[in-house]
């Protein structure tokens, strides 16, 4: 298998049709050797990318964060037309509201850097220089945004979580029944979540519905807890597999309440709807939640 072939596949695990088609024009010039125009480009969609990934946020979420980013790279775009500066800016501001991991921002630097070195020549004394990237540096950085950013849906970030939680708390007046609330979670957020981003949601929802004790935590419980049952019943072997592999903390907070009501009410609802997940806790937590 050659290294364009593997290229080739993982594009068409673009997420984004639009992002998928300007990235053709990366791998047209790459594979032609035009090493400088495929960095280049593949720069351009980047940001495309991203500025289509925070407007879905807004459109399909409603992250507000995501709105006021896009607000400010719009009027600094109408401010100054024929200025980039929006570019940088736009990854300082997705970087301080922390939608990425921090090698994900590095990686997108690094690209950046690169880039600027690519399209603009530098004179020294009597000398034009234009930096030529070498075919393994450009294969990098297409390989890194394709793994870490193209191929990734607008959920990629667990910021998204705090939004859910409020969507939750309003709307759980709105879906008496289960079945409903199933078709809306799984409509606007669970059928195109990452794994990653499942186990996220599910490890803290475990915590507020068995664990976490406030005034908040227990005003929202009950929809807090038919969320994760939802989520459970979505992919309960990939929940199980986490359990197992985790389960110090799932069987510490399961039962770190379990002598007082209502936890003990939701522990053992939710085991009736899941027996195999009681079998993915320790020993010690099962004798627990028996006596």
């Given at each position: 298998m050659t290294l364009d072939y593997i290229i080739e596949t993982e594009a068409e695990r673009i997420y984004d049709n639009r992002t998928k088609t300007y990235f053709r024009e990366v791998l047209s010039s790459y594979i032609q050797g035009n090493y400088r125009s495929s960095l280049v480009v593949l720069w351009t969609v980047v940001v495309t990318d991203l500025i289509f990934k925070l407007q879905d946020l807004v459109d399909i979420y409603g992250d507000s964060k995501a709105e006021r980013i896009l607000q400010k790279i719009q009027d600094m775009q109408n401010k100054d037309p024929k200025s980039s500066r929006w570019e940088t800016e736009l990854i300082k501001l997705i970087q301080e509201?922390?939608?990425?991991?921090?090698?994900?921002?590095?990686?997108?630097?690094?690209?950046?850097?690169?880039?600027?070195?690519?399209?603009?020549?530098?004179?020294?004394?009597?000398?034009?220089?234009?930096?030529?990237?070498?075919?393994?540096?450009?294969?990098?950085?297409?390989?890194?945004?394709?793994?870490?950013?193209?191929?990734?849906?607008?959920?990629?970030?667990?910021?998204?979580?705090?939004?859910?939680?409020?969507?939750?708390?309003?709307?759980?007046?709105?879906f008496p029944d289960t079945n409903e609330l199933k078709k809306y979670l799984n409509n606007k957020y669970f059928h195109k979540m990452p794994k990653e981003v499942k186990i996220y949601f599910f490890r803290h929802l475990w915590k507020f519905v068995f664990a976490l004790k406030n005034e908040d935590a227990d005003e929202h419980r009950n929809i807090n807890f038919r969320t994760l049952r939802v989520l459970c019943s979505l992919d309960e072997v990939l929940f199980i597999k986490y359990i197992s592999q985790e389960n110090s903390y799932f069987s510490e907070k399961v039962t770190v309440n379990i002598n007082e009501y209502p936890f003990n009410f939701y522990v053992t609802l939710f085991l009736f709807f899941f027996p195999k997940i009681f079998h993915s806790l320790s020993e010690e937590s099962c004798n627990l939640i028996i006596n």
């Open positions: 509201s922390n939608y990425f991991d921090t090698f994900v921002i590095t990686q997108i630097s690094n690209l950046q850097n690169d880039r600027h070195l690519a399209a603009h020549p530098i004179l020294k004394k009597d000398t034009l220089e234009l930096y030529n990237p070498n075919k393994d540096t450009v294969r990098a950085h297409i390989r890194n945004i394709l793994d870490n950013l193209l191929t990734k849906p607008p959920l990629l970030t667990k910021q998204i979580f705090k939004q859910f939680i409020v969507d939750l708390s309003t709307k759980k007046e709105l």
